[in-house]
Structure formats: C-alpha cells, structure tokens
C-alpha cells in the first residue's frame, strides 16, 4: 500500500514561484514511477511531470517545459514538484500520485495512488 499526501499550495501572483512537496509512504517506493497531474473545476485531470524510480528521467506536458521541475529523493521518500514564472492558467488542484514501475509514466490511467491533492491558485 502507498499513501501520499501533497503540501505547499498557496496564492501567488502571476511570474512568481512555488514549490509542492509530496510525502510517500510504502515499503518499495523505489519500485513506483511518481507524477504530477493537475485539474480544475469541470475539467479532466491532466499530467504535468512524471519521474522514473530514481528521478533521473523525466517527462513534462508542453505547457510546463521549462517552468516546473520535478524532483525525486529516494532517501526522504518525497517528490517535489518545483514551479517557476506561474501563469493564472497554472491554477488547478495539484496531485501526486504513484504508479508500479520503473520507467516514466505519463497515462493517468496507470497511476494506482493518488495524494488528496494542494490548491495552487494564480494571480494576474
């Protein structure tokens, strides 16, 4: 069993910057692939960022790249998500979430924990 919960949502104005941290708890979490997704009211969830098992390999959704940065420590068992030049679009609710793997994972679909998710709302 993995559980996950995300801290470190808040208010920012618009070109600032936040950083979401997820704390997981499970036995073999070097065994899980680890992502970011993001949704809003009456949308669907969409991915943000994933990691591999060590977080040596990456994936963004265009929307992101070069503005968020995903970070894995295998030794704390958290994965951060860094998020730099916040646009009003970024406000979402934000999750961590973990899927059985080792590669990067980007389907929501294959993700079987989820965190209860941080609030990020953006100012223009």
């Known amino acids: 069993q993995v559980q996950l919960v995300e801290s470190g949502g808040g208010l920012v104005q618009a070109g600032g910057s936040l950083r979401l941290s997820c704390a997981v708890s499970?036995?073999?979490?070097?065994?899980?692939?680890l992502g970011w997704f993001r949704q809003a009211p009456g949308k669907e969830r969409e991915f943000v960022a994933g990691c591999n098992w060590n977080g040596r390999a990456t994936n963004y959704a265009d929307s992101v790249k070069g503005r968020f940065a995903i970070f894995r420590d295998n030794a704390k068992n958290t994965v951060d998500l860094q998020m730099t030049n916040l646009r009003p679009e970024d406000t979402d609710i934000y999750y961590c979430?973990?899927?059985?793997?080792?590669?990067?994972?980007?389907?929501?679909?294959?993700?079987?924990?989820w965190g209860q998710g941080t609030e990020v709302s953006v100012s223009s």
């Open positions: 979430a973990a899927a059985p793997g080792m590669l990067v994972i980007t389907t929501l679909s294959h993700y079987d924990y």
């Open positions: 499970g036995r073999t979490f070097n065994t899980y692939a």
